[in-house]
Nanobody, 124 residues
Framework: QVQLVESGGGLVQAGGSLRLSCSAS????????IGWFRQAPGKEREFVAA????????YYADSVKGRFTISRDNPKNTVYLQMNSLKPEDTAVYYC?????????????????WGQGTQVTVSS
């Protein structure tokens, strides 16, 4: 079992940047596909980005493509989400999640472990 902790959220003006971190304990993160999801008030949780175990396969939601970058540092047991050119519609609680399966998934129900989330608020 792996425990995930997100950090790096906060309040930023539109056009600004934040870098979220997802740190793991309990098991090495390199054995998991990692995804970032977000949930805004009154909305369903949605896929943001995912990265394969090796980092060789990366996927983004169309809404963040070209602005967000997911990466992983397996020796540091950490996955990052660099968010640039932030928009007010990016405001949400951001979660990282671990999938013990072999393929990258866009579906939240395929992820086995979740962090507690970190709030990102983008002001206009």
């Amino acid at each position: 079992q792996v425990q995930l902790v997100e950090s790096g959220g906060g309040l930023v003006q539109a056009g600004g940047s934040l870098r979220l971190s997802c740190s793991a304990s309990g098991r090495t993160l390199s054995t998991y596909v990692i995804g970032w999801f977000r949930q805004a008030p009154g909305k369903e949780r949605e896929f943001v980005a995912a990265i394969s175990r090796s980092g060789g396969n990366i996927y983004y939601a169309d809404s963040v493509k070209g602005r967000f970058t997911i990466s992983r540092d397996n020796p540091k047991n950490t996955v990052y989400l660099q968010m640039n050119s932030l928009k007010p519609e990016d405001t949400a609680v951001y979660y990282c999640a671990a999938n013990s399966g072999s393929g990258v998934s866009f579906s939240s129900w395929e992820y086995d472990y979740w962090g507690q989330g970190t709030q990102v608020t983008v002001s206009s």
